[in-house]
């Protein structure tokens, strides 16, 4: 049996998780569901899409991924999407663009005709569970060509110039970025082996292969687990001692 996995903006102050939990545990017992974060910010499409596609292929093949983030209190269409073997039901919110279009996909969109307040719980969770069983979407609605588009800021790069966006501040205030180790190695082959990363009013000139490569209370700029461009502080937080905020620039000039 797969495993089910839950994303929300739903806080961990109400019942809403355990409800959405309990209408899965009511139909199978033996479900392994397991909690990627329900402290996604409300209505946040980009956060949401961040956190589960830097985490979803951790899980194993099969996994089946609840996506509980509306981008507003309309309706919108419900959707089960596989992308790389994995199964995701969410909203049509555009999402699926910002996890991981660009890779070959199934789509059925789900018919909830019945009126329901929390259709997380009435409608998700029985898919997932169903999904669970036999991984066929096939069987959970009818196929679809098309899905709704976002996108994340567009990273420009020139001759010697790569700029990008601050796309996550975490938890720890670490800035995360759109710059991929991919194209910072291009450039840096083409162009030069110096460089100096321009983050507000701070330089910084190489790259850290751990977070603990500096002394603390100093920056540090590394490739992440996920090979984007992270800037942060040793036992501190970056995005206060920089006034950065998501969506700020971030340049890197080759000398």
């Not at 209190?73 to 660009?102: A, C, M, Q």
């Not at 450039?187 to 460089?195: D, G, H, I």
């Not at 330089?203 to 984007?228: C, H, M, P, R, W």
């Amino acid at each position: 049996m797969s495993l089910i996995t839950i994303i929300s903006d739903f806080g961990y102050t109400d019942h809403y998780v355990a409800a959405l939990k309990a209408s899965m545990y009511k139909l199978n017992s033996n479900l392994n569901i397991v909690d990627i974060s329900h402290s996604i910010k409300k209505y946040n499409i980009s956060h949401a899409a961040h956190t589960i596609r830097n985490v979803y292929k951790d899980f194993p093949e099969g996994s089946i991924h609840i996506i509980c983030v509306k981008a507003s209190e309309k309706k919108e269409r419900i959707v089960v999407v596989k992308i790389n073997e994995h199964y995701f039901i969410s909203y049509d919110t555009g999402i699926f663009s910002l996890i991981d279009l660009k890779e070959n996909y199934t789509a059925v969109s789900v018919d909830y005709s019945i009126l329901s307040s929390f259709p997380e719980k009435s409608i998700m969770g029985p898919i997932a569970v169903k999904l669970a069983a036999n991984n066929d979407i096939s069987t959970i609605g009818k196929p679809i060509m098309n899905l709704n588009k976002r996108f994340f800021l567009t990273k420009y790069i020139s001759n010697n110039n790569l700029t990008g966006n601050i796309l996550r501040i975490d938890h720890y205030g670490n800035l995360i970025t759109n710059i991929h180790l991919d194209d910072f190695n291009n450039l840096k082959a083409k162009v030069s082996e110096n460089f100096e990363i321009i983050i507000g009013i701070e330089k910084l000139i190489e790259i850290n292969k751990t977070y603990s490569d500096v002394n603390a209370g100093e920056l540090f700029a590394l490739f992440n687990s996920n090979q984007f461009l992270e800037i942060g502080m040793n036992l501190g937080n970056a995005s206060k001692l920089l006034g950065m905020k998501e969506d700020d620039p971030i340049s890197i000039n080759f000398l």
